[in-house]
C-alpha cells in the first residue's frame, strides 16, 4: 500500500471521526449487475453470498445460466462455490457466526451449507411454515427466526440441533419491518423480535407480546446494534430515530429529507447508523452529526461487529469509528505521547536531532506513548503506518530501561497474520477488533473452509497451534475429489501424514466411504493406531468381521462386547455364529455372557453349532435340576441323552443320565403312593428314607434297580435304623451278617443301656460264627474307638460325656498316645 495520509478517508461526525478503507478494487465482473441480487455476508469479513432477486425483473442473456445459483464469493469477488438451487422462491438469506450459509424457500426449507464447500444439513421450520409459507427471515449468531405470511413468528435457537418453535403470537395488521435481538442481550435469553405494526413497535419473545406504545411510526426499517442496547427506527416520514432497545429513552433523530426509501438501515459499530440509499450512504451520529459517501452504482451494506462493509461491482469498503488508540496518534493537531514518539522516528529516519528532544519531552510518558503505538499499529490496514508504529515503539521501548515486550512480540505476529488473510487472494479483510472475536482457532477454519491449506498450516505453526485438523482437512478432500486410484491416493495420504500427530484417519476414511470409495476407507483404516476409532466405521461399512478381528487386536474387551452386540443384532444367528466359532476370544466372550445373564437358548445354539455335545448336555441337566416336576425334568434328560447318543466317547454319561432318568421316574411312583416327598434325592439317601420310613420292600426294589452293593446297603439300612431306634431289626442284622458289626452312636442310648459302635470289620480269618459285641460303658466304646483309630467317634465320645469330668478325663486318657502324637 502507498504511504498515504493516515487520515484520508477520515470523516467527522459530530465529535468523533468514521473512516472508510478501502479494502479491494475491481470485486465482481461488470456484467453482474449487483442491483438484481439479494446479497448476504458473514460476520468477521467471511464470505459474500449472493442470489437473484426474484421481485426484479432481469434482462435475458444468452450466455448466461438459466438455472438458479447460490454464489459464494470472498471480498474480494473470488467465486469460492457456486451452488444450484432447486427448492423454489428463497426467503431468507444469512450467515451464522461461524460461516454457515442459510437458505430459506418459501415452503419453510432451510439448508444450512457448511464448510462452504456445498454440503448442507436440511430442515424444516414445520407444519405450519409449510401451510402459510415463509415471508421474511432474519439471522443472528447461532440462530434465526421466520416470520410468516399470517404473521406467526418461528423461531431456531441452534442449527446443529434445529428444533423450530413458536414465538408468542402477534396482533393482526401488516407488519412494515422487523428486526431482532440475539438472546444474548435479552434478559429473557430468548431472542426477542421488533414489530412495525401501525404507528408502534411491539416486542415478541417467547412468552409474551408487548406494545411499546410508539406514536411516529409506521417504520420501513427497523435495526438493532451489535451490542443489543440500542434499536434505530427509519420511519415513513424520512425521518430516523435511535432509542435504547427497552424503549425508555430516546436518544436522537435525523430528518434525511428523502422521498426515497432507502435501501439498508444498519448499525455502524454501536455508535452511528448507516443509512444506504442506491448509491448513497449517510453515517449518522448523536445529535444529527452525519457523513455522507456516494458511489458510482447500487451499493450493498454488510454489517458487522465494528463497522460496516460497502459492497459494489468496483469497491469494498470498510467504514469504522476511528479506533480511540488511531485517533490519539494521528489526529491532525494532536501533541498526545504516543504522536510525538511517531514524529520523533520519523526524524530519526532523517537523522534530525530533534529525534532525541521528542523522545526527552515525552520521557515521563513514554511507556504509555509506546503501548499506544502497538495498539494503533493493530488497527491499521495500511502496512506502511504498521510499520511505522512499530518501529516508533520499538525506538520508544530501547529508550527504556525497562519494559515488558510481550504485546509488542504478540502485536507483530497478529500484523503479520493479518495481512496474510487480507491479501486479495485470500480475501479475508478482518479487522483487528474481528480477529480478536473470531480468534486464532477461527481463522484457520476459515482458512480451512476455502481450502488454503498451506497458508493455514504456515499460520498455525506460526501461532504455535496444532495443525492436525489441517492435515486431516485436506486429506478428507483429497479422497473425496482426487482422480486417481485408490492405491495411489492411500499412499500419497499416508506418506504426507506420515509423523504428523493426533491424525485421525477414520475421519478421513469415512470421507472416502462417504464418497462411495469403500476400499479406499478400509485402506486407510488400516492407518488408524486407535481401534475404538476404526471399528464403528468399520461396521457401518458392512466390514463385520473386520472390526470384530480389530476389536481383538486391541485387546479391549468392552470394544469387543461392543461389535459382537452391533453383529447379533443385524445378522442371523447362524451367521453370528460363523463368524465368532473361528475366534475363540470371541466365543469365550459371548459364553460367558450368556453364562451370566442365564440366556440358556443362546449358549444351546453355541455349543450345537460348535458341535460341543457334552456342554449342550449338562445346559439341559441344569435345566432339568431346575424343573417343578419329575415329568418334564425326565425330558430335558431325555434331550442331553440324545445330544450324547451319537459319540461312544459319551457312554458312561449316557448310562448316568439313564439312571438319573429312572430314578425320577421311581421317585414320581413314590410322590404319588407315599406322602412324603423323593423329590431331588439321590439313590442313596432315597433308600435311606425308604427304610426309616419302613418301607424295606420298596427300598430292595431301588437297591435292585440300580445295583447297590451289599455294602453300601447294609451300611445305609444300619444307619437308617439307628435313627428310627429299630434295636429289634438291628440284632436281626447283627445275627444273619457274616460281618462283625461293632457299633456306638456317641451317645445314643441302647434300651439295655449299651452304647453302639457303628465300624464294619472284615470277618476275621477261622471266624465262622457271628459276633457282635456290646459296650457297656462310655469308656470302653472309647476303647474300641481307639482299637478302630476312629478319631471322629473318639471326639464325639469325649465331647458328649465332657472333659472335666471323670469319665471324660478317662476317655482323653485312652485315645492321648494314640490321636494327639
Known amino acids: 500500500m502507498e504511504a498515504t495520509n493516515p487520515t484520508a478517508g477520515w470523516e467527522k461526525v459530530g465529535d468523533r471521526f468514521y473512516r472508510k478503507t478501502q479494502l479491494y478494487t475491481a470485486v465482481f465482473d461488470q456484467d453482474l449487475d449487483l442491483d438484481n441480487y439479494i446479497v448476504a455476508g458473514a460476520p468477521y469479513g467471511g464470505a459474500v453470498a449472493i442470489c437473484r432477486d426474484e421481485t426484479r425483473i432481469v434482462t435475458y442473456r444468452p450466455n448466461q445460466s438459466a438455472k438458479p445459483s447460490i454464489d459464494i464469493y470472498s471480498c474480494a469477488g473470488k467465486l469460492l462455490k457456486s451452488i444450484a438451487w432447486d427448492k423454489g422462491s428463497v426467503k431468507g438469506l444469512g450467515w451464522s457466526e461461524d460461516e454457515k450459509l442459510l437458505v430459506v424457500s418459501y415452503d419453510g426449507t432451510v439448508r444450512c451449507y457448511y464448510g462452504l464447500q456445498g454440503d448442507f444439513i436440511q430442515f424444516s421450520l414445520g407444519r405450519e411454515a409449510e401451510d402459510f409459507g415463509v415471508h421474511s427471515c432474519k439471522f443472528y449468531d447461532h440462530g434465526m427466526v421466520a416470520l410468516l405470511t399470517n404473521n406467526t413468528l418461528v423461531s431456531v435457537s441452534s442449527y446443529d440441533e434445529p428444533r423450530p418453535k413458536l414465538l408468542a403470537t402477534p396482533p393482526e395488521g401488516e407488519i412494515h419491518s422487523w428486526a431482532i435481538i440475539s438472546p444474548s442481550f435479552t434478559l429473557s435469553r430468548s431472542v426477542e423480535v421488533l414489530l412495525s405494526i401501525g404507528k408502534t413497535i411491539y416486542v415478541v419473545d417467547a412468552a409474551d ?339 470384530l478381528d480389530k476389536a481383538i487386536e486391541s485387546g479391549d474387551s468392552d470394544l469387543v462386547f461392543f461389535v459382537l452386540l452391533q453383529l447379533k443384532k443385524k445378522l442371523a444367528l447362524a451367521s453370528f455364529f460363523r463368524v465368532i466359532n473361528s475366534r475363540p476370544a470371541a466365543t469365550a466372550l459371548v459364553e460367558s455372557s450368556a453364562m451370566l445373564e442365564g440366556d440358556n437358548a443362546l449358549l444351546k445354539d453355541l455349543y450345537y453349532q460348535d458341535d460341543r455335545r457334552v456342554d449342550g448336555a449338562a445346559i439341559f441337566i441344569r435345566e432339568s435340576l431346575k424343573q417343578p416336576d419329575a415329568r418334564t425334568s425326565g425330558d430335558k434328560l431325555a434331550l442331553a441323552a440324545k445330544l450324547l447318543s451319537d459319540s461312544k466317547e459319551n457312554n458312561f454319561e449316557l448310562i448316568a443320565l439313564k439312571e438319573a432318568a429312572t430314578l425320577l421316574r421311581m421317585q414320581e411312583a413314590l410322590d404319588r403312593d407315599l406322602t412324603d416327598s423323593f423329590k431331588g434325592l439321590s439313590v442313596n439317601e432315597t433308600l435311606y428314607k425308604l427304610i426309616h420310613l419302613g418301607y424295606s420292600n420298596k427300598a430292595k426294589k431301588i437297591q435292585s434297580e440300580f445295583k447297590v452293593p451289599e455294602k453300601v446297603a447294609w451300611w445305609i439300612r444300619l444307619r437308617a435304623l439307628v435313627a428310627r431306634r429299630d434295636w429289634k431289626d438291628i440284632e436281626e442284622i447283627a445275627k444273619s451278617r457274616k460281618t462283625i458289626l461293632q457299633l456306638d452312636t456317641a451317645g445314643r442310648q441302647h434300651p439295655s443301656g449299651s452304647c453302639l459302635y457303628p465300624q464294619v470289620h472284615q470277618p476275621r480269618a477261622g471266624c465262622g460264627h457271628h459276633h457282635v459285641r456290646e459296650v457297656r460303658h462310655a469308656h470302653q466304646a472309647a476303647e474300641e474307638a481307639v482299637k478302630a483309630k476312629d478319631a471322629d467317634a473318639w471326639m464325639r465320645l469325649l465331647e458328649a460325656a465332657g472333659k472335666t469330668t471323670a469319665e471324660g478325663r478317662e476317655i482323653e486318657r485312652l485315645g492321648m498316645q494314640v490321636f494327639k502324637k
Request: aromatic content about 8%; glycine content about 6%.
Open 209 to 547: 407480546c408487548e406494545d411499546r406504545f410508539l406514536d411516529i411510526g409506521p417504520f420501513t426499517h427497523l435495526s438493532a446494534s451489535p451490542n443489543g442496547k440500542f434499536a434505530a427506527l427509519y420511519a415513513a416520514d424520512g425521518k430516523a430515530h435511535v432509542i435504547t432497545s427497552d424503549f425508555q429513552d430516546r436518544l436522537s433523530e435525523y430528518d434525511s429529507r428523502s422521498q426515497i426509501t432507502p435501501k439498508y438501515l444498519q448499525w455502524c459499530g454501536n455508535d452511528a447508523v448507516v443509512i444506504a440509499w442506491e448509491d448513497e450512504v449517510n453515517v449518522v451520529g448523536p445529535k444529527s452529526a452525519v457523513a455522507t459517501f456516494v458511489y458510482e452504482g447500487r451499493v450493498h451494506v454488510i454489517a458487522d461487529h465494528d463497522g460496516v462493509r460497502l459492497l459494489t461491482n468496483d469497491v469494498c469498503d470498510f467504514v469504522q469509528k476511528v479506533p480511540d488508540v488511531t485517533d490519539e496518534v494521528f489526529r491532525y493537531g494532536t501533541e498526545s505521547p504516543a504522536s510525538v514518539l511517531l514524529d520523533a522516528v520519523e526524524q530519526l529516519e532523517n537523522q534530525s536531532p530533534k529525534a532525541d528532544d521528542n523522545i526527552q519531552l515525552i520521557r515521563s510518558n513514554l511507556v504509555e506513548a509506546v503501548d499506544t503505538c502497538v495498539a494503533a499499529a493493530g488497527h491499521e490496514f495500511n502496512v506502511h503506518w504498521q510499520k511505522q508504529l512499530l518501529k516508533a515503539a520499538s525506538f520508544g521501548k530501547s529508550v527504556l530501561d525497562i519494559y515488558n515486550s510481550d504485546d509488542f512480540v504478540d502485536m507483530c505476529e497478529t500484523l503479520r497474520v493479518l495481512n496474510a488473510v487480507r491479501y486479495y487472494e485470500i480475501g479475508l479483510p478482518l479487522s483487528y477488533e474481528q480477529y480478536q472475536r473470531l480468534t486464532p482457532e477461527g481463522l484457520i477454519q476459515r482458512l480451512i473452509n476455502r481450502h488454503e491449506y498451506l497458508l493455514a498450516i504456515k499460520v498455525a505453526g506460526y501461532l504455535h497451534l496444532p495443525t492436525d485438523r489441517i492435515y486431516v482437512h485436506w486429506a478428507s478432500a483429497k479422497v473425496r475429489t482426487g482422480a486417481e486410484d485408490d492405491s495411489t491416493i492411500c499412499r500419497v495420504v499416508v506418506e504426507k501424514l506420515a509423523g504428523k500427530p493426533g491424525i485421525s484417519f477414520e475421519t478421513i476414511a469415512r470421507a472416502a466411504y462417504d464418497e462411495g470409495r469403500g476400499r479406499l476407507a478400509t485402506e486407510l483404516l488400516n492407518h488408524e493406531p486407535r481401534a475404538g476409532r476404526q471399528v464403528p466405521l468399520l461396521l457401518s461399512m458392512e466390514e463385520d468381521e473386520i472390526a
